[in-house]
């Protein structure tokens, strides 16, 4: 299905009575069980489909394949994933947040380590267990590092954070880099993103090969890839970055997307973390992560990092929110640090002062 | 296509002929591009096709079906994956290994990571840059401190890593850990792995995130997933592991197999890594990483990470043969630290004295 305002098309419907068939997109792209074909073909098609699928409710379309959603409760969108993942890594793009973490963890020390503002740090995750938005979370064991010694038990420092994850659509081949100006050619469009991890497992496991069972039991993504081209209009000038960064990375302004985000815990918005704050812009990501030749595959996904910034409400995770537990925060049915079996956390994003182009949300419950 | 000592069977063929059909083995199997769907259909099936093979060679099969290798130049193997490579994660399985990259790079402290004995320590790599044995490796780009300062540039210390490669058969639910002792009817055999290495690119970004553009742009794996269970034979003991060792990951010997490597640059052998001296078995690494929940998908890699032994000629990967730069050896066509373009590296593994199983070869060149 896509979404444009507050109407809901099927694009299933719509390819099967022949509404779709323009010279620019090919037969039976939306009969596939996920986005990917759709996403492989290209800026070309995306945007014949989107031009198309404007004409077609300006025009009016046929019964059942255009709902309303101001009106409607017809829509009900199962937690299934909007396209399938190839690989999946994620960033440290946020200059609050990485600060932050280096404030936390390793007081007195120059918080951002030292390749931080050179180039976007990262790693892979697994692709394996990336949800839909609505799959509960199963709280992972592990082993911990605790003052009577190590156990092997559930987690005791669950935490979220707030991310974007872009996907890619067309892929490249190996050994070629894409440039930051090539990188929207490849990028098909946005989702939200919940990074779940346990600090204590990742605390004890992290040297020197990085986060590993601390973040792969489970990553959310919200059910629409909101198409980048949407965003086009909410570009913004993001952070500065000095002649620190490579030539081959840089990048003019306005290369940021305003997105704004909103973290709920049982309901109570704790925080509004924004995107304009990251550091680093898609098109820089794309580009580091295929610097050294790695190729691309349709449903690559990239995710931003927590998203923090310079204010406490700009925080994207508990760890910050709550300052590494010294500072319990107040939610609807008690107060917390970390995360308790039975919560549920969500996140909503959108663009424009009007709320004026939604990304969705994901949510996920905490379970034992 | 399946081995069984000096001859190859056409799987397909015998498929098609009628010759598998037995109660235990499902429909068009073999007709499928990649090996998963066999892979995923669990020990039970696995055993049955390889006694079936075994009879089909014995009575005398189809003509084209089976080739006499000794004889025949009639098998060519294409470089083409032998399987569909899911998620890709990397061990540092060896305690020689992390020891002695310890002492390169970080000398006069414990070189060994606090928590090495503790837990398998690992990390998640670029499942689609996993290449076929035969695909000509593309010297990465990267972001080099130097000296003079941070430059953009050709890798400067490409490097390898003998390997061995575990591949997941049958998956796993989230949030159910797989005990050791049910490891092995996950796992479905064995693939000889070149993790390459740009060890410049990967010193300066891999603080605290870990490796990623050092590895990413390549890993190469064998044509043949040699079965777990042909393995069986060669079980013998590992190294010793305290009661470090959490009791959800402890394991009997003989828990180690006893494969033999042979690390060879431009056709001149220069290391003879033994995998017996992994100090983590497969059935714990594969343990570890489902401890938290994360769930296995058929086509997952679990790489053991370098092997490396007690001894000089045990090591495998040039940062270890040439000690960082230090020590350079000499190959057939001239001296090396690291590798030159135009350089083939070929990685052999063998079991039994008399090279009684073979597990193939993985190897590639290096070009510009």
């Given amino acids: 299905v896509a979404r444009i305002g507050e109407f809901v098309l099927d694009l299933r419907q719509l390819e099967s009575a022949g509404l779709l068939s323009t010279t620019r997109i090919p037969e039976s792209v939306f009969s596939a069980p996920s986005l990917n074909r759709f996403m492989s073909l290209g800026p070309l098609v995306w945007r014949a489909v989107s031009d198309r699928l404007a004409e077609i409710q300006e025009a ?39 600060s932050n973490i280096g404030k936390i963890l390793r007081p007195g020390t120059d918080p951002l380590p030292g390749a931080w503002r050179h180039i976007p740090l990262g790693y892979h995750g697994r692709a394996g267990t990336v949800f839909a938005s609505g799959t509960p979370v199963v709280r992972p064991l592990g082993v911990i590092d605790t003052p009577q010694g190590l156990i092997h038990a559930p987690t005791r420092r669950l935490d979220v954070e707030v991310e974007l994850g872009y996907v890619v659509g067309v892929g490249s081949k190996p050994g070629r880099p894409v440039a930051v100006d090539e990188a929207l050619d490849h990028l098909f469009g946005v989702v939200l993103l919940n990074d779940w991890s346990a600090r204590d497992i990742q605390a004890f496991e992290y040297q020197p090969l990085g986060p590993f069972l601390g973040k792969s039991f489970a990553t959310s993504v919200s059910l629409w890839v909101v198409p980048m081209w949407m965003l086009e209009s909410y570009l913004t000038d993001g952070p500065e970055q000095g002649d620190e960064v490579p030539g081959h990375l840089n990048q003019p302004q306005p290369r940021a997307y305003d997105v704004s985000l909103e973290l709920s815990l049982n309901g109570t918005p704790i ?98």
Avoid: K
């Fill in 271 to 368: 925080s509004r973390p924004q995107a304009r704050n990251l550091h680093w812009s898609p098109s820089q990501l794309l580009a580091h992560l295929t610097s050294n030749g790695a190729s691309l595959r349709t449903g690559d996904l990239l995710a931003t990092g927590t998203i923090s910034g310079p204010e406490p409400q700009d925080r994207g995770s508990l760890m910050e929110i709550a300052w590494g537990g010294r500072d319990p925060i107040d939610v609807g049915n008690g107060r917390r640090t970390w995360l308790e079996d039975g919560d549920t956390v969500s996140i909503r994003g959108w663009c424009g002062s009007h709320h004026d182009l939604m990304l969705g949300e994901v949510e996920g419950t905490v379970t034992q």
């Fill in 60 to 98: 009016g379309a046929p019964d059942g394949s255009v709902h309303d959603l101001r009106a409607a409760t017809d829509v009900t969108l199962t937690p299934v994933m909007p396209f399938e993942v190839a690989d999946y890594c994620d960033f440290y793009a946020s200059e609050d947040h990485a």
